[in-house]
Structure formats: structure tokens, C-alpha cells
């Protein structure tokens, strides 16, 4: 009944990514930097265009006719065995953990389960499978990783991104007051509850301010929309970004492209 | 369901916790509260294998759960033999009802009560009041809750959202002791208070913990003793239980109870576990002459119906699953109205209540998961919050709703707002002009966005959306 | 036969009908295998006891009363209940001296008393059937000669334990006693301390409804 991903396959010559709604309408530079950090890895990577969301914003709302529509017209996009990677904690929990059951019983079953069971966040698939080596370049800073609730509790990885920011020199990772306790975001719980979240994004800025941080990365662009715009509005001096756009820009070598 | 009483004003749950979370009192005494029950709890698992101890604990829950009714047999052919005379309850008022009848059978006046979230549940201190019968709690938390004539705010510790001078004031108002901070004090004078009113009870009551089908045992967990003197003083002790508290072997015991008492409070085991198994034998010189147990449906059957939902009756009413919930620590209990709050809360009272009556609760979460992280017997809480939401808005025709009040939290307008979601995500092309028009509109984008804008910033579109730019990408040849 | 039974039992297995439960195995060992030694249990049992206030003796079984006779002096306790015809309190009464607490028998119903045992005695005695060590508990069975009442309504309880009957969990004293094959009997009761709350404001007071100080003479 345990369930911990101890697997992880070869590294392959090429992935499909999914880039999701979020990160591509909202954090596109992060979708590149972690194109690039793959392509860096010899990674070919294939973008398919008819790719859209991933259903999450329905299903978490009970529409799950919605949700499966939505999903079904892009189930095709990735006919080869190759890896999924995802940029997310809760679209790739989204995929790994909701989509087998959402296409229990249907015609869909056995291909929402092929594909759950090849879709890997980001940063794990680049440590765990890649085994990335990253050379920092920039100067030095105070990080806060800002695990998400998804990445943490759905994908299980945790320890991922603060490895990854472990071997870059220049970094100092600090640690913020109760780093598990959600940040409030919660997709539309942020907004038909607007006073709790605001209380939980109130009390993880102070966290991440409190720890020293002078900037927090995360896999998630909701959290990072949650509390960098609850930052920015209430003019609090705390900055953030998906780390996937953190690790290029700190790993950038002269001559690279920008992110 | 009785009318009135804590459980009708659920709907309340918007204005509740906005007030809570304006309360800085409420705010403080729950998070240094929550804090100080999940790092004990963390405390009291260390060096165990705890995930093998959950899934220990889930497969005895699901054991007992897969054979439900023959348990509930064997538990009443075992009781019955040894003395203890079995009665079931359809509902909490048909239960109400049992007990107060054993109560007349027996010309009681006066009723002292050991800790029970079903009796809570069944509203059965009002049914009794209202029947002329006095019931008093005798758990401390329970009993200081009574005397402010408040309902309980968490399921463990009752009280925990009043401090010392709260309680000072409280209990020298209404039994004229000493205001003082001393604890000690304070605890000696219910002391004394309750000892005289254990003797003058015609009967007791109390909850039940684990019913043990293969002895026909009562299992009663308790620190303060007021357990064992109401289950002993008075001559008939009542016992009632929901009806998926059963566990089939004595055996099981074991390891719930070390996963119970070290998850609600972080104890390795509470002072005293009480078995019962029978009344007063003939050459006793005390314990009960009669003991009842009283068996609760209460909705628990209608649950049973769905082998999903079924997974609600694993419920050992440990508590961790609030005392790790952030949503829970910053409105506290009073805000979800209705017996049992936080996440247990959240995904078992809208079957007993139903949806139209607990239409807020299910999306009052960010499903965060770490009340599924915590659970014991690994009940997959944040899914079961998902199922309800869906049957909240009835919104799967291949999976139709089942529960009670389906479909109430369907409006016109949010049904709309996911099949225009639809109707861009579902097609690709559609998609990528609705990307492409937020892009280069992105200067028109609204500021204002109500709720989300109260707090932050409004997200802004980025200027070319990465469809666009792995276009131009492979367009360029990837230069 | 209630309606309300039968009512319930059909609609539970209407609710499983046409379904194929079976449950997981229950694997116990993580609650059963313990290889602590002799020494290692009495260790573990004397530290969860003492964390939670208990106080905890280990005394050669020759010198439990002379031990225990200093205990009640040291407390200023005035009375003693204790089943006189059993092994222990024959012991207790062969050594009894004019000066020493009085002893009060527990020999009749306790309704026929309520206001003695309730408002003056003081303390009681009663053995246990064995412990367990990895809780830090007392496993009473109460009997005809040492009721219910006896463990819970004196502000202080002795109780003694023969080392040997020291188990390293609960799994096991229920494996060993054979609690299921032979039956429970009327009421059982583990006690693991004195009697406490944390109601108010989470700080921990002692003696709420049962003893205020529990003492534990483990005879080796």
C-alpha cells in the first residue's frame, strides 16, 4: 500500500514535454529553461503543439466531464514509449495519480495508465535520470525552496529541488518555519475562500521573509503566482520563480541561449 | 436529525471563519495548539515503522469493513451471552430514544457521561434535557464545554480553543470557585464537583472505541478516570457506538491502539484502556448491574453503499487529520459547525447531514494532503473531498451521484465557465488563438479580479506563450 | 428482533452484493517482534512509567513490606485497602504493628459503603496480572477480592509486580494469557499512570477522577 517511486528509467535519447496551461500562457521562460536544461543533458525534446491543459482546474472542481474531454483530445500527442515530463508537481500528480482513475471503466483506461506511468516532474526526471551536474555562475544569494503541496505529497519529491540547488556554489539554501504547511493556493480555493488562503499565503511569506530568503523557487507556477503575488500587492520584499528558470539562469555557461 | 442544536447552522461556515480568523485569541490558541499535537505526535512514531504501522492499521479497518454485518453479528451473539444486552438504532433519534426508555426503566433523573462523539452526533444531552432527565459530562474538556454551553471544538480536546483565565472565569461563574490560573486548583475542584456527581447517577454512558467482535468486548480509551467511574458507579452503564467501530479480533486491538493514542496526542497510551465485557458477576462486589450497548446506524449504512466512500468508515477518531490541517488550525472547530470538524469532518458529515446542509465544507480545503499523510489507517481523504465536490455539482454522467443533496452546489454559471474551459482546452486550435489573444492583449488584462485580487497581484500573460515560441524555435531551426 | 437490526444487517449487505471484498493481510509484526532482554523491558517499563509521573520501586521480593510500609509513612497515609485473604495481604497482616495505617477490607458491596471508600481511604494495594514494558503498563483483572473501585477511587495506588510477569508488548500479553481462547472477563482495565488531563490550555495536571499518585513495587 506504500507508495514510493524507487524506479526510474535509463536516460533516454528523447522526451515528449507537456509544458502545462500555466507555465505556458503565464511562465513560458520557465518551460524554455527546462527545454534547455534537457537539451544541455542530450536530450531531444518534443513539444507537441496540440498539447493544451491537463483537466486539473475541472476535475479539482468535481466537472469531471470536463476534465475528461479536455484530456481525451490530447491522449494521442505522445504515441511513442518516450518519457512525459512536466514541469509541475500538481499537473504531473494530475497525470501520474488522477488519470487512471478518472479513465476507470472507459475505452481510455489502458492508454491514461500508459501514460501515467511514463510522465515525470521536471527536476526529478533531470536529477534522478539525467543525474545532472550543474556549475553555478551567478552571484551569491539566500533561496527558500518552496516545495508544493502536489510535488510533495503526489510525486513524492521532496528532496528533489533542494539537491538540485545544493550543487550550485554559490547558493545558500535557507530553511523556512513549517516548510510542508501548504502556501494557500489550492487552485480555486484560493478564491472561494478567500480569507483562509489569505491567511496561509500571509503566513508562508512571513515564513520565507523570516528565514532570510532573498528569493524562493518552486515547481509550481500556482504557488509562485499565490505568494509572489501576495508579495508583490502587499509590497513585501520577497521575489520568486520557478526553479526550473532559477537552475538555467544560474547554470548558464558563456554562449548559451537565454532563457 | 434533530432540529436545532449546533448541527442547523452549517451554512455558516463563510462568516464563522472569517470571524475566527479576525480573533487573534482563536488564532493563537489553535496554531500553538496544532503545533504542540502534531510535533508530540511525530515525537511518539519515532523509531517505529510507521508507514508498515498504517498499513497494518487500514488493513484491519478494511478487514472489519469487508465483513461489516457479520461482525456486527457475532459482537451481539458474544455480548448478549455474556451479559450485555445489545439494542440498534437506525437513526440518532431512534437511539435517543433507546436510552432514554432504559432510562425510565430504571427511574433515572441523572445521567453522567464519559466522552462520545456519537452521543454528540445524536444530539443526546438535549434529547435527554428536553426529556427531564439531567446529563452532565464528566470528561474534563467536555465538562468545562457544557458549563459555557458551547459545543466541543475539536474531537479530543474539547476545550482547546479556551485558555486558563477563559476557563478560571468559567468555572467561577458557574461553580463558584476561586478565580485562579492555577491549574492544579482549577482541575482538583472539577475533581471534587464530579465525584459526588458519579454517585448520585442512576446511570452512565459512555463511547466506545473498538467493539471487539471475537469476545464481545468494549474497548474505552481515557487519561482522566472519568471513563472507568462512569462505566462503574452507577448501576447501568450505557455504551454506544457507530456502528463500524466493530473489529473482528481481539488481536486487532493492539496495534490501533498504538496507532490511536500516539496520533491524537502523541501518548505511546493513555492512562487507562478499559475492556468491558460484561456486568457485575454474582460474586462481585462492584461494576454495573446492567450494561447496554446501544448500536448507531446513523447514516453509517448509506455510506457503506459506495466502495468508495466506504473508506470514511475506516475512522478511528484520532484527530490528526485536523491537528495537521491548515485550514483547521487557523478557523479552529466552531467554524465547520457540525460535530466532527477539520478533514473526518469534511468528507463524513455530508453523508450524515447531506449536501444541501454541508454545501461549503467540501471545497473548504486546498487538498493539500496532509491529512491523508497522517491518517492512520490511511484513509485517502483529499480523494474522497474530490468525490464529493463531484457529486456537490453532479458533474460525471459516466459515474452518476449517489450522495444525499447531489448536484446542490451546480450553478448555471460555473457549469458554464468549465465548458467554455472546455471549449478552449479541448481544442487545440481554439487554444493557442485563446493564448495568443492574452499575449498580445496582455496590457488589457483586468487588475482587478475579485477574490484573488483582494490579496495579490492579478497574473499577468506573458508576452509570447511557449506554444509561440517553440514555434519560432523550430521555424529557426533551433539556432 | 428489532426491525431496526434487521434493517440495518440487509441494507449493509445489500451495500456489498455482487462485490468481492477481501481485505489486505494483516501482517502484526510490527507491533509483535520486540528481543529486548529481561533487563532491557524492566528498563524500558520503569522510564515510560516514571515519564508520566508513576513512581516505580524495585525492591527484592523479601523486603516489599518493609518497603512499602516506609512508602505510606513517607505519605502520611492513615489507611490501607488491601484483600486480606489474598497471598499478599496475609503478608501485609503477619507484619502489621499497632502503629502502622490501618488496614480496611474491601469485603462487601460498595453501596453498602460509598462514603468510606470514597471520602477516607486513603490508599490502595492490589497485584496485577503482569505488565508491559514497551508502554510502560499494568495489566489489572479485576476480581471478587480486589473489585473495580479499588485501582481507581484512592487518591493513591500501590500495585505489585513480579518482575518476571514483565512482557514486552501488548500483542504478546494477550498472545501468552490467551486472552481471546479463554475469554475476557467482566472488565479488564491497563493502567499506564496516575490519572491526568491536559483539558486546560494543554498543561498537564494530575488526579482527575482516579488516582492522584500510582506506585509500583516491581519485586525481583
Known sequence: MSDVVKLYP????????????????????????????????????????DQTCCGQPAFSNGFNDQARDVIVSQLDLFPEDYPIVVPAGSCGGMIRKHYPELFAGTAWEAQARALASRTWELTDFLLNVCHIRLQDTGEPVRVAMHTSCSAR?????????????????????????????????GGTFAVKHPEVSAAMVADKTDALEAAGADTFVTTDCGCLMNIAGYAEKQQRPIRGQHILSFLWQRSQQAGEGEA | ????????????????????LDNPQIRANFRSAMDGLMGKRQAAFEGWDLETLRDLGASIRLRALAKLPELLETLEANCTRQGIQVHWAETGDEACGIIRDLCRARGARRVIKGKSMVSEEMELNQFLEAEGIEALESDLGE?????????????????????????????????????????????????????EKFQQAEVGISGVNFAVAETGTLCLVENEGNGRMTTTVPPCHIAVTGIEKVVEHLEDVAPLLSLLTRSATGQHITTYVNLISGPRQADELDGPEEVHLVLVDGGRSAIYQDPELLDTLRCIRCGACMNHCPVYTRVGGHSYGTTYPGPIGKILMPHLLGLEATRDLPSASSLCGACGEVCPVRIPIPTLLQRLRKESVDGDRLRPSVVKGRGVKRTWSEALAWHGFRWFAAHPGRYRLLGWMMSRFRGLAPRRLGAWTR??????????????????????GRS | MSSARSTILARLRQGRAGQDWSAPDSDFSVVAERRWTAAEKLDRFEAR?????????????????????????????????????????????????????????????FEQWPAGLFNHVEASLTGCRGAIAETGTLILWPTPQEPRL???????????????????????????????????????????????????????????????????????
Open chain 2, 143 to 195: 465538562y468545562l464545554v457544557q458549563l459555557a454551553q458551547e459545543t466541543p471544538s475539536h474531537i479530543i480536546m474539547p476545550a482547546i480553543h479556551k485558555n486558563t483565565d477563559e476557563i478560571s472565569e468559567l468555572m467561577h461563574e458557574k461553580t463558584g470557585t476561586d478565580r485562579s490560573g492555577d491549574v492544579a486548583y482549577l482541575t482538583a475542584s472539577a475533581r471534587r464537583q464530579l465525584r
Open chain 2, 455 to 476: 490579496y495579490r497581484s492579478a497574473p499577468k500573460p506573458a508576452p509570447q506563450t511557449l506554444h509561440e515560441l517553440m514555434r519560432q524555435r523550430s521555424r529557426e
Open chain 3, 150 to 220: 479499588m485501582s481507581l477511587v484512592p487518591p493513591v495506588h500501590f500495585v505489585l509486580l513480579h518482575a518476571s510477569e514483565l512482557y514486552a508488548t501488548l500483542s504478546e500479553a494477550m498472545a501468552d494469557q490467551d486472552w481471546a481462547g479463554r475469554g475476557m472477563p467482566s472488565n479488564a482495565v491497563l493502567v499506564s499512570g496516575p490519572s491526568k488531563t491536559a483539558d486546560i490550555e494543554q498543561t498537564l495536571a494530575y488526579g482527575v477522577h482516579g488516582p492522584r499518585e500510582l506506585v509500583v513495587l516491581v519485586l525481583q
Open chain 3, 49 to 109: 512509567m516514571t515519564s508520566v509521573n508513576t513512581e516505580v520501586v524495585r525492591v527484592p521480593e523479601s523486603d516489599w513490606v518493609e518497603c512499602l510500609k516506609g512508602r505510606l509513612q513517607e505519605k502520611s497515609l492513615a489507611n490501607l485497602l488491601v484483600a486480606s485473604e489474598l497471598a499478599h495481604g496475609r503478608a501485609l497482616a503477619r507484619s502489621w504493628e499497632g502503629g502502622d495505617p490501618q488496614l480496611v477490607a474491601y469485603n462487601r458491596p
Open chain 1, 153 to 185: 505529497r503526489e510525486m513524492g519529491v521532496a528532496e528533489v529541488g533542494p539537491k538540485l540547488l545544493g550543487q550550485l556554489q554559490q547558493v545558500e539554501l535557507v530553511a523556512q518555519a513549517r516548510p510542508a504547511e501548504c502556501c494557500g493556493f
Open chain 2, 1 to 20: 436529525m434533530t432540529v436545532g442544536g449546533h448541527q442547523s447552522d452549517v451554512r455558516q461556515f463563510h462568516p464563522r471563519a472569517r470571524a475566527a
Open chain 1, 10 to 49: 535509463a536516460k533516454p535519447s528523447k522526451v515528449y514535454f507537456y509544458a502545462t496551461c500555466l507555465v505556458d500562457l503565464f511562465y513560458p521562460e520557465a518551460g524554455m529553461a527546462g527545454i534547455q536544461l534537457l537539451e544541455r543533458e542530450g536530450i531531444e525534446v518534443l513539444f507537441p503543439d
